[in-house]
């Protein structure tokens, strides 16, 4: 069971908006900034936000992070089928002390 | 430019330990925090550990007390992690990753190629 919760599968059309959402508590998002990443299974994990909305360089601004609160939302327009993947949400934990991921989010787009 | 280089796959019986590694380049060694993460199969991406870049203390997920030890050996530009006491929940593919300068959040702007493990008597 993660320390940041995220819905297990989100899906949308191509060319459609969607969200992905990752709850957390004041220890961790309320504590910490989010990171998000992309990663298709046996392959790396890329970096797609940091520091809650930053883009490193190389990732479009169809992509988007946001947090308010305890909870933060990473946001991907213009659905492409090439950004089906798994998401997670990532950050800090200080009852913990340690580094810790959502549980991941399926993205399928139809 | 930066890579980190994973040693290779590893198959280990029950009980035993592994020590994977993690060879750095095209980047000052001591800069940045390297991390561990790992994925089981069928599962998400679980944080292990990481290795402070200033002085090479450590620090890992409660999970794994006792049985995981983290190094790094500035000679030769390599990290190191060894899991001991080996059980079938281990069999994953082990990531070492570099933290971003960002402050907080764990980023990790480089990965190495991931190591499978498999735990099998």
């Known amino acids: 069971q993660s320390v940041l919760t995220q819905p297990p599968s989100v899906s949308a059309a191509p060319g459609q908006r969607v969200t992905i959402t990752c709850s957390g508590s004041s220890s961790n998002i309320g504590s910490h900034h989010v990171t998000w990443y992309h990663h298709l299974p046996g392959t790396a994990p890329k970096l797609l936000i940091y520091e809650d909305n930053k883009r490193p360089s190389g990732i479009p601004d169809r992509f988007s992070g946001s947090k308010s609160g305890t909870s933060a939302t990473l946001g991907i327009t213009g659905l492409q089928t090439g950004d089906e993947a798994d998401y997670y949400c990532?950050?800090?934990?200080?009852?913990?002390?340690?580094?810790?991921f959502g549980g991941g989010t399926k993205l399928t787009v139809l | 430019q930066v890579q980190l280089v994973q040693s290779g796959a590893e198959v280990k019986k029950p009980g035993a330990s592994v020590k994977v590694s993690c060879k750095a380049s095209g980047y000052s060694f001591t800069s940045n925090h390297v991390h561990w993460v790992r994925q089981a199969p069928g599962q998400g991406l679980e944080w292990i550990g990481i290795?402070?870049?200033?002085?090479?203390?450590?620090r890992h997920a409660q999970k794994f007390q006792g049985r995981v030890s983290m190094a790094r050996d500035t000679s030769t530009s390599t990290f190191y992690m060894e899991l001991s006491s080996l059980r079938s929940e281990d069999t994953a593919i082990y990531y070492c990753?570099?933290?971003?300068?960002?402050?907080?959040?764990?980023?990790?702007?480089?990965w190495g190629q991931g190591t499978l493990v498999t735990v099998s008597s």
């Open positions: 990753a570099r933290e971003t300068g960002a402050s907080g959040g764990i980023p990790f702007d480089y």
């Open positions: 290795i402070y870049g200033s002085d090479g203390s450590t």
């Open positions: 990532a950050t800090w934990d200080d009852t913990v002390g340690a580094g810790v």
